[in-house]
Nanobody, 125 residues
Framework: QVQLVESGGGLVQAGGSLRLSCAAS????????MGWFRQAPGKEREFVAT????????LYTDSAKGRFTISRDNAKNTVYLQMNSLKPEDTAVYYC??????????????????WGQGTQVTVSS
C-alpha cells in the first residue's frame, strides 16, 4: 500500500521558516517527479513546486520563487519543501504528490496520482 506522509507543518510568525517533509512508502518513487500543492480555506488547491526524478530540474509557482526550495532524497524516498520568508497568505494545508506519468514537469494537479494527507501551515502576522 502506497503512503505519502507529510510532516513539518506548524504555526510560525511572518518572516519565519518551515521545512516540510514527505516520506513515501509502499513503492519507490525515485524515477518520478514529486511535488507540493496547497489549499487555503475556501480556496481551490494550487500548485507550489515540483521536482524531477534526479532533483536537477524544478518548477515553482511565482509566489514561491525565491522563497521556497524543493529538494529530494531518493535514498530516503522523501521530498522536502524549505519555506523561508513566510507570509500570512502562505497559510494552507500543504500536500505532497507524485506523478508516475513521464513527461515535462507539470503544475497540473490532475497529473499527480498519489497524494499525502496534508500538513497544516499557519503563518501569523
Amino acid at each position: 500500500q502506497v503512503q505519502l506522509v507529510e510532516s513539518g507543518g506548524g504555526l510560525v510568525q511572518a518572516g519565519g521558516s518551515l521545512r516540510l517533509s514527505c516520506a513515501a512508502s509502499g513503492r519507490t518513487f525515485s524515477s518520478y517527479a514529486m511535488g507540493w500543492f496547497r489549499q487555503a480555506p475556501g480556496k481551490e488547491r494550487e500548485f507550489v513546486a515540483t521536482i524531477n526524478w534526479s532533483g536537477l530540474s524544478t518548477l515553482y509557482t511565482d509566489s514561491a520563487k525565491g522563497r521556497f526550495t524543493i529538494s529530494r532524497d531518493n535514498a530516503k524516498n522523501t521530498v522536502y519543501l524549505q519555506m523561508n520568508s513566510l507570509k500570512p497568505e502562505d497559510t494552507a494545508v500543504y500536500y505532497c504528490a507524485v506523478t508516475t506519468v513521464y513527461g515535462p514537469l507539470t503544475s497540473r494537479g490532475s497529473m499527480y496520482n498519489y497524494w499525502g494527507q496534508g500538513t497544516q501551515v499557519t503563518v501569523s502576522s
